[in-house]
């Protein structure tokens, strides 16, 4: 089809296939203020896989990531059933940094708050490589500018 | 565990929070 696609950063949408590490739920605000540094989010990572409220390796189910203004959907492979909806409004902040296992995985963590903004969630997936994980940060940026851009 | 590069994005609706 002759229909150009991508160049129009509007309809900036993109898909990862990842895997779902787990999600640490319902944080309260005075937390989420200590989660603000991305070494400080990392480490809180580290501590809840050290006391088991996260496990160090994903389980083996690849998920689909889709990304654009709308925000960040997780959905099976086949695409049958959305697992996580992040909507972009509630997303706080995007963090992606190396596993340190060794195998060149990254983690990705994404702080989400609620509409009232009392607490947040971290949810962590694990990309296949630092560039996939490179690219899911652009899309993102470029989908918060989108935003911003219509908000005007 | 070392941590090596980091990437961080943002959305600036919360910078600062």
């Known amino acids: 089809s002759t229909k150009s696609s991508g160049n129009n ?21 005075d937390m989420s203020k200590m989660l603000q540094e991305p070494l400080d ?13 996260l496990p160090f390796v994903p389980g083996d189910k690849e ?14 492979l086949d695409q049958c059933d959305v697992l996580h909806r992040h909507p972009l ?9 190396d596993d340190g296992l060794g195998a060149g995985k990254n983690l990705l963590a ?12 971290i949810w962590v997936y694990q990309c296949s490589s630092s560039e996939q994980a490179q690219s899911i940060c652009k899309v993102l940026s470029a989908s918060f500018d989108c935003a911003l851009a219509s908000d005007k | ?9 943002v959305n600036p609706k ?3 929070k």
């Open chain 1, 9 to 29: 950063s509007s309809e900036t949408c993109a898909e990862f296939r990842v895997k779902y590490v787990g999600a640490i739920e319902k944080l309260q605000f």
């Open chain 1, 41 to 53: 989010l990392i480490n809180f990572i580290d501590a809840a896989q050290q006391d088991g409220k």
């Open chain 1, 63 to 76: 998920m689909i990531l889709f990304v654009s203004k709308h925000g960040v959907k997780v959905a099976s």
């Open chain 1, 89 to 97: 409004y509630l997303i706080v902040r995007m963090l992606c940094y």
């Open chain 1, 110 to 121: 994404l702080k989400t708050t609620d509409p009232e903004q009392e607490g947040c969630t």
């Open chain 2, 1 to 9: 565990i070392y941590k090596s590069a980091v990437t961080t994005v």
């Open chain 2, 14 to 16: 919360y910078e600062g």
